[in-house]
């Protein structure tokens, strides 16, 4: 079974909607690229300026930190 002349051409028209130039998925997928790149870069700009012991996370590695920690 071959698809009709009205088929391709609904099949076309759907494809134009949502992928065309001013769909809505494409914007809609170009905003949310938009965000991701705006969070990944917000991470590193955190992380960045402190010093590598005073990151998130980082263990205190001799007691005089533990006690510093403490108080």
């Known amino acids: 079974m ?3 002349i009205w088929q391709i051409l ?3 028209v759907l494809a134009l909607l949502l992928f065309g ?5 494409s ?3 170009g905003d949310a ?3 991701i790149r705006a969070f990944r870069d917000g991470l590193k700009d955190g ?3 402190k010093p590598r012991d005073e ?3 980082a263990l205190p590695r001799t007691e005089s930190e533990k006690e ?3 108080s």
């Open 2 to 4: 071959q698809p009709g």
């Open 10 to 12: 609904i099949i076309a």
């Open 21 to 25: 130039g001013r769909g809505k998925i």
């Open 27 to 29: 914007g809609l997928m």
């Open 33 to 35: 690229a938009k965000g």
């Open 47 to 49: 992380d960045a300026e």
């Open 55 to 57: 990151r998130a996370g």
């Open 68 to 70: 510093d920690l403490r």
